[in-house]
C-alpha cells in the first residue's frame, strides 16, 4: 500500500504565497509522474501541476508564472510554490502519483487534500 501525506495548506491574503509538500511513503519501487489537481467549491477536479520522474512540467493555463512544481526523488516528495495568489485559487488541493509497487503493477494514488483559501 501507498500513502500520500500532504501539507502546507492554509489561508492567505491575495498576492501572498503558499508552499505544499506531498510526501509519499510504502511499497514504493518507483514513483512515475507527480501532481497536484484542485477542486475548486462546486467545480470538477481538475490538474494545477504535474511533474514526471525526469522533471518534464506541466502546468494549468491559469497557474503558469506564478505556480512552480519540483520533486526531491530521493525523498519522494512532490512541492508546490504558489506565488501572487488570487481568490479564484481558493479550493482542496489534492496530490496525486502515479506508482510502481512491483514491477508490473502501476497504480494512481491520492491524497486526502489540503485546503487552501486565498481572500481578497
Known amino acids: 500500500q501507498v500513502q500520500l501525506v500532504e501539507s502546507g495548506g492554509g489561508l492567505v491574503q491575495a498576492g501572498g504565497s503558499l508552499r505544499l509538500s506531498c510526501a509519499a511513503s510504502?511499497?514504493?519501487?518507483?514513483?512515475?509522474?507527480m501532481g497536484w489537481y484542485h477542486q475548486p467549491p462546486g467545480k470538477q477536479r481538475e490538474l494545477v501541476a504535474a511533474i514526471s520522474s525526469g522533471g518534464t512540467t506541466t502546468y494549468a493555463d491559469s497557474v503558469k508564472g506564478r505556480f512552480t512544481i519540483s520533486r526531491d526523488n530521493a525523498k519522494n516528495t512532490v512541492y508546490l510554490q504558489m506565488n501572487s495568489l488570487k481568490p479564484e485559487d481558493t479550493a482542496v488541493y489534492l496530490c496525486h502519483a502515479r506508482v510502481a509497487t512491483t514491477a508490473w503493477l502501476v497504480n494512481d494514488y491520492w491524497g486526502q487534500g489540503t485546503q487552501v483559501t486565498v481572500s481578497s
Open positions: 510504502g511499497s514504493i519501487l518507483r514513483i512515475n509522474d
